[in-house]
Structures are given as C-alpha cells and as structure tokens.
C-alpha cells in the first residue's frame, strides 16, 4: 500500500500539490482526468478548489476522487 496523503492543494490550470506522510511532496495533474464524466465538474475552479484529504486520498465535494496509487504514482 502506498503511504497516504496528509495535505493537499489546488492550484491553477487544474493540478495539485500533495504531500504524503512518507516525505513525498509533488504536483498531480488533474487535467487527464477532466473528461471523464465523473470529473468533468471539476472544469468549474469552484468546485475544483473544494479539495479535500479523504481517508487514504483526496476528494472533491461532488464525490469525485483519485485512487490512493494512482495518486501516489502521478505525483511528480
């Protein structure tokens, strides 16, 4: 399992600044993402700056969210 994410932080042209608890500190972007329909709400920054840590990962408050790995592994 990879280590969890303990802060999170949305910034322009949709990518985020994620620490994890090992050290690990990046940028993942979400643009990949955004025309899949359970992201495509995130296009609207209000929505996509409601970014929260959600147990092992992230989550928007329209429920989209990033699987831990895959959140772990894009960071860059």
């Given at each position: 399992?990879?280590?969890?994410a303990i802060?999170?932080?949305a910034?322009?042209?949709?990518k985020?600044?994620v620490?994890?608890?090992d050290?690990?500190?990046?940028?993942f972007?979400?643009?990949?993402?955004?025309?899949?329909?359970?992201f495509k709400d995130?296009?609207?920054?209000?929505?996509?700056?409601?970014?929260?840590?959600?147990g092992?990962s992230?989550?928007w408050s329209?429920g989209?969210?990033?699987?831990?790995?895959?959140?772990?592994n894009?960071?860059?």
């Amino acid at each position: 399992m990879k280590p969890k994410a303990i802060e999170v932080k949305a910034l322009k042209d949709y990518k985020l600044e994620v620490v994890f608890e090992d050290g690990k500190k990046g940028i993942f972007d979400v643009k990949p993402y955004l025309e899949y329909i359970q992201f495509k709400d995130l296009k609207d920054e209000s929505i996509f700056n409601t970014v929260k840590i959600d147990g092992l990962s992230i989550s928007w408050s329209n429920g989209a969210d990033i699987c831990p790995d895959e959140l772990y592994n894009g960071t860059k």
